[in-house]
């Protein structure tokens, strides 16, 4: 499946994305306030593709002229997610490289997947969290309308071997018509 806003398509990660994935994902600006090390070298970034930017909602973030992948965002489903246990429930990813920051590029990506989520997906509640300290993911989150649930002092972050604070939202699909 494609989906498409006004500047962006979202499309499924092929394995011929890993040379431009590598190139967004070695920045240490990039994954680490995320939650995940910076890419090694191009099959890092291909196993990555294969086994984590493969799930059923996940889509790399493209810009419509090229169609180039400068990003992912993904909808994650009941099994893959540990925000919650429903099915009717989803938890909101994303990820931008560095030279796209600060264009209103990853909300626009999400107020399309938040309306997938809600109207194809049949979606009542679509979770989102950040780190303490990723300040850019906190605004992405306040622009596109989530509401604060809780705090978690403790947050074990395996990848970077680290323990966290993380902070949760929500979106309900009544509010997310209330604001849209």
């Known amino acids: 499946m494609i989906l498409y806003t006004d500047r962006l398509l979202l499309r499924g990660w092929s394995d011929s994305d890993a040379e431009i994935l590598f190139q967004y994902a070695k920045d240490p600006a990039v994954g680490p306030i995320a939650g995940w090390p910076p890419h090694k070298n191009v099959e890092e970034s291909r196993n990555v593709?294969?086994?984590v930017l493969s799930g059923q909602?996940?889509?790399a973030v493209c810009l419509k002229e090229d169609g180039i992948a400068i990003g992912a965002i993904e909808l994650k489903l009941n099994g893959h997610t540990d925000m919650t246990d429903k099915d009717d429930e989803c938890e909101l990813g994303y990820?931008?490289?560095?030279?796209f920051w600060g264009?209103?590029?990853i909300p626009e990506a999400a107020?399309?997947?938040l309306r997938h989520a809600f109207d194809d997906l049949k979606m009542n509640m679509v979770w989102?969290?950040?780190?303490?300290?990723?300040v850019k993911s906190k605004r992405v989150q306040e622009k596109l309308g989530f509401v604060y649930h809780h705090t978690c002092d403790k947050v074990p972050v395996p990848l970077m071997n680290d323990v966290r604070i993380g902070h949760t939202n929500v979106m309900t699909k009544e509010h997310w018509r209330e604001i849209s």
């Not at 990820?95 to 030279?99: A, K, R």
């Not at 989102?128 to 990723?134: K, L, P, V, W």
């Open 111 to 113: 107020k399309e997947l």
């Open 57 to 59: 909602e996940c889509y």
């Open 103 to 105: 264009k209103g590029l």
């Open 49 to 51: 593709i294969k086994n």
């Open 95 to 99: 990820w931008l490289g560095q030279p």
């Open 128 to 134: 989102c969290g950040y780190y303490d300290g990723n």
